[in-house]
């Protein structure tokens, strides 16, 4: 089945570390994706990795992927202020007729100053 | 266009009067995708098209939800009948698509629908 989970909240403060966490379910995905929503906007491409890695580092963002695990995180360092947003994470769904991104819930990260 | 554009940004209506959402995708994408988006929901897939076919219309919730798209451009998403439950936030997306390949999909800021 198709199922991506990830917690709705996230607080922390300025210059700290913020770690957004994602579970999915879909073992054939190839890609991997964490996208970002600002106020009022549309979704923007953070950053993606493949699943034949481990890692990837992207100056402030690194992306763990633990595939035995079906366990995906962000970690954003040094965090600002306009970082708060809503992260979602998306694992591709390609095969067949199909072709579509399964999005979870969304993280609402709120940075304090 | 430069981006992915939506029209309208807001919309009003009443239960049982009939919707129709408009996106003009990036000229050139030949993927184009519907979402939704609920409080607490995520994003909701509703259909996608290749093209000018939906191969994977499996997310529309229910028949009385249809999207056209023509000449392999614009697309229009009809809500029939509108309910409170289709209050939502409808997200466009598209993309160049290269199958089995990476693709980068590129969203519209949405259509904020109310239905009173």
């Known amino acids: 089945g198709e199922d991506v989970e990830q917690s709705l909240f996230l607080s922390v403060r300025e210059g700290d570390s913020s770690v957004i966490n994602c579970t999915y379910t879909d073992s054939s995905s190839t890609y991997l994706y964490w996208y970002k929503q600002e106020p009022g906007a549309g979704l923007q491409l953070l950053t993606y990795i493949f699943s034949n890695m481990d890692m990837k580092q992207d100056q402030r963002l690194t992306v763990l992927l633990n595939k035995k695990d079906k366990h995906l995180s962000l970690r954003i360092a040094d965090t600002q202020t306009g970082d708060s947003a809503i992260y979602f994470c998306a694992e591709r769904n390609y095969g067949g007729a199909t072709n579509k991104l399964i999005f979870g819930t969304g993280t609402l990260l709120a940075v304090q100053p | 266009g430069a981006g992915v554009s939506q029209s309208p940004s807001n919309k009003v209506t009443e239960k049982g009067k009939d919707v129709e959402l408009r996106c003009d995708p990036i000229?050139?994408?030949?993927?184009l995708y519907w979402y939704r988006q609920s409080l607490g929901q995520g994003l909701e897939f509703l259909i996608y098209f290749q093209g000018n076919s939906a191969p994977d219309k499996s997310g529309l919730p229910s028949d009385r939800f249809s999207a056209e798209r023509t000449g392999g451009s614009v697309s229009t998403l009809t809500i029939q009948r509108t309910q409170q439950e289709d209050s939502a936030v409808y997200l466009c997306?598209?993309?160049?698509?290269?199958?089995?390949?990476?693709?980068?999909?590129?969203f519209g800021s949405g259509t904020q629908l109310s239905v009173l």
């Open positions: 000229s050139g994408h030949t993927a």
């Open positions: 997306a598209s993309s160049s698509l290269r199958q089995g390949l990476n693709e980068k999909l590129f």
